[in-house]
């Protein structure tokens, strides 16, 4: 019976102790969980791989290092100070002197050389003879020189003579005798001479009528000084022609 009765107390203590709030927590009772659809996660199918091209190099041994030479560094050109040499155009002489084959080269040469003769000749004539004497040609066919005038002429004839064996010499030829022929010199043609202007008479006296009527007085001045120098020639005519009457 005291068992019963202790057994009695504990559940009215408990009883009360829930009552007044000091008794056991109940316990939560789990939330509901939404429930989720099942996801199906894809199956990734595996690839096999495809076997390489080309086999795989065996592990061979380094290569030995080789020696990389510096690569050259560039210096900066230096600007040369000296000018370029300058071009110079051809002549008319130089370029028909280049054509030695042609009618027009040949005919330069032939000029060249009688030049060279004539500076030759020239070189053993009597200095007073230089201004009167035209080389036309000396070689062994034929020795001409041209006179301006008769008289020098007849000293060319006294002066060549002498001077032929130094000239063969000098060109190593035999030249034959000299022929000499008179060529005058041609004079240029000279210009006439304009004739002077001169005022009539009747010019001076309307030049004086007019500078007296002028109202500027140094026009007038200067038509009379003009008047006053036609004067003189006006009546140096009259003179002129009264004398001849």
Same mark, same amino acid.
């Given at each position: ?5 202790? *057994?009695?107390?504990?559940?009215? /203590? ?12 109940? +316990?939560?009772?789990?939330?509901? *969980?939404? &429930? ?30 080789? &020696? ?85 002429? +007849? ?12 000239? &063969? ?30 005022? *009539? ?8 009528? *007019? ?16 008047? /006053?120098?036609?004067?003189?020639? /006006? ?11």
């Amino acid at each position: 019976m005291s068992d019963a009765r202790a *057994t009695a107390r504990q559940h009215t /203590a408990q009883l009360l102790k829930m009552l007044r709030g000091y008794g056991p927590t109940p +316990t939560p009772e789990p939330a509901a *969980t939404e &429930s989720k659809p099942a996801v199906i996660e894809p199956v990734v199918a595996t690839i096999a791989e495809a076997p390489s091209a080309y086999a795989h190099l065996r592990e061979a041994a380094p290569f030995p290092p080789q &020696s990389v030479s510096p690569a050259p560094v560039p210096q900066p050109r230096e600007r040369s100070r000296a000018k370029s040499a300058p071009t110079f155009m051809l002549t008319v002489g130089e370029g028909l002197r280049s054509q030695s084959s042609g009618v027009l080269g040949k005919m330069v040469a032939r000029v060249d050389d009688l030049n060279r003769l004539r500076q030759i000749f020239r070189a053993y004539l009597p200095p007073h003879l230089h201004d009167h004497a035209v080389l036309i040609r000396m070689d062994q066919e034929g020795w001409e020189v041209h006179a301006d005038s008769a008289s020098w002429a +007849t000293r060319l004839r006294y002066a060549l003579p002498n001077i032929r064996p130094m000239l &063969s010499e000098h060109l190593g030829l035999d030249l034959p005798k000299p022929r000499i022929r008179v060529r005058p010199v041609i004079a240029p043609p000279q210009q006439p001479r304009r004739a002077r202007l001169t005022l *009539t008479q009747d010019n001076a006296d309307l030049l004086e009528a *007019t500078a007296r009527n002028l109202a500027d007085a140094r026009l007038g001045a200067a038509l009379l000084r003009l008047a /006053a120098n036609v004067r003189p020639a /006006a009546e140096a005519g009259e003179e002129e022609k009264s004398s001849r009457g």
